[in-house]
């Protein structure tokens, strides 16, 4: 089992940029699917972005392609998701999440492994 632990969360203001990490212990992401989504208040759980570890294979959801990166660190076990031009809209709690597969998925059902969150804050 992999135990995913994020980091990077803060207050930033719109136009500023974060950068979330989140790192495996326990195993490798050798085998996995590596992806972000966040929770905003009211709203449902969202996807963001995610890496299939093994292709490098990189998915986007629309409203954070060209703002958002993912990338992975393979020798720290680590994801990053470096965050640009930051709009209050993407105010959330983001999540790092992990699924044994090649193939990426976009809704959290199939995420069976959760790193804990992280706050993230963009004033206007």
């Known amino acids: 089992q992999v135990q995913l632990v994020e980091s990077g969360g803060g207050l930033v203001q719109a136009g500023g940029s974060l950068r979330l990490s989140c790192a495996a212990s326990g195993r490798t992401f050798s085998n996995y699917v590596v992806g972000w989504f966040r929770q905003a208040p009211g709203k449902e759980r969202e996807f963001v972005a995610a890496i299939s570890w093994r292709s490098g294979t990189i998915y986007y959801e629309d409203s954070v392609k060209g703002r958002f990166t993912i990338s992975r660190d393979n020798a720290k076990n680590t994801v990053h998701l470096q965050m640009n031009s930051l709009r209050p809209e993407d105010t959330a709690v983001y999540y790092c999440?992990?699924?044994?597969?090649?193939?990426?998925?976009?809704?959290?059902?199939?995420?069976?492994?959760w790193g804990q969150g992280t706050q993230v804050t963009v004033s206007s």
């Open positions: 999440a992990a699924h044994r597969s090649v193939s990426i998925y976009t809704s959290f059902q199939y995420y069976p492994y």
